[in-house]
């Protein structure tokens, strides 16, 4: 009696692989399922990263990519695999390698601290590697009433939220970069019960006609910038009390006329709080 047994179509299984540094071990493993062994693996079209080779193990079940990357860029290439009955699976896949002279490394190396019952907004930033980084608070926990939030770029991680509880927070955050290096950096934030220092802040009135008031922005680092004032300051004078022991602090101003519109930033003030 002629019998037959139903494998199952065969498939590439694996949808994505890592990206690389230049100069660092690269290894990856494409894997597929169903048909029938031995399988016959391929790259039919593109190129693999200059230094990645592919190879075949015994069972032939899966291709290995291995090898220290020697160009940065990014590839394109196909893998195809074939059944011994015949089918054929095909996947693309791209690879980014990264220049190793551009090592991941967070740039931020402190924190503002906060005043509980006050809105707290700061920026850790990193740079190299390659993109997208992914964040994570490796260990400790951030202040209670403080969320960690990814930007849309990712390069950077905004910690943002109003503080519930005083105290010393410490905890480390991680970026890993898409080629897998990865940084940690530890920081220390003081949410203190109440604020005991006040920044006055004056500035030269505008020359332009119909202005109705002036706005105040605060920044943590000179770069990320939120309005302090509520409602339009009527005056070129401000005093900042929601402000924490031990920042620093960066200031600027706009002038708004009466059609809401609103002028550049001034040049920016950097205060430093002891």
Request: net charge positive; glycine share 10%.
């Amino acid at each position: 009696m002629l019998g037959a047994r139903c494998f199952g179509a065969i498939a590439i299984t694996t949808t994505t692989l890592p990206n690389g540094t230049v100069g660092t071990a690269y290894s990856a493993v494409v894997k597929a399922s169903g048909g029938c062994t031995p399988y016959k693996w391929s790259i039919s079209s593109g190129a693999l990263p200059a230094g990645i080779t592919a190879k075949t193990p015994s069972t032939t079940t899966s291709l290995n990519l291995t090898g220290t990357p020697t160009t940065a860029g990014t590839d394109s290439f196909t893998v195809k695999v074939t059944g011994c009955g015949g089918g054929t699976s095909r996947v693309a896949y791209k690879a980014v390698i990264a220049t190793k002279s551009h090592t991941l490394s967070i740039t931020t190396t402190t924190l503002p601290n906060g005043t509980v019952g006050t809105a707290y907004s700061a920026v850790v930033k990193a740079s190299g590697g390659c993109t997208p980084y992914k964040w994570a608070i490796s260990s400790g926990a951030l202040p209670a009433g403080i969320n960690a939030k990814t930007s849309t770029t990712t390069t950077s991680l905004h910690l943002s939220g109003t503080p519930t509880t005083a105290g010393t927070d410490s905890f480390s955050v991680k970026v890993t970069g898409c080629g897998g290096g990865t940084s940690h950096v530890a920081y220390k934030a003081v949410i203190q019960k109440t604020a005991n220092h006040v920044v006055d802040l004056s500035w030269k009135a505008s020359t332009s006609s119909g202005i109705a008031g002036y706005n105040v922005y605060r920044s943590p680092d000179g770069a990320t910038w939120k309005k302090v004032n509520v409602s339009l300051i009527a005056s070129t004078l401000y005093s900042d009390s929601t402000i924490s022991n031990g920042s620093t602090y960066y200031y600027a101003a706009t002038a708004v006329d009466i059609h809401s519109h609103e002028s550049r930033k001034t040049a920016a003030v950097k205060v430093i709080v002891p």
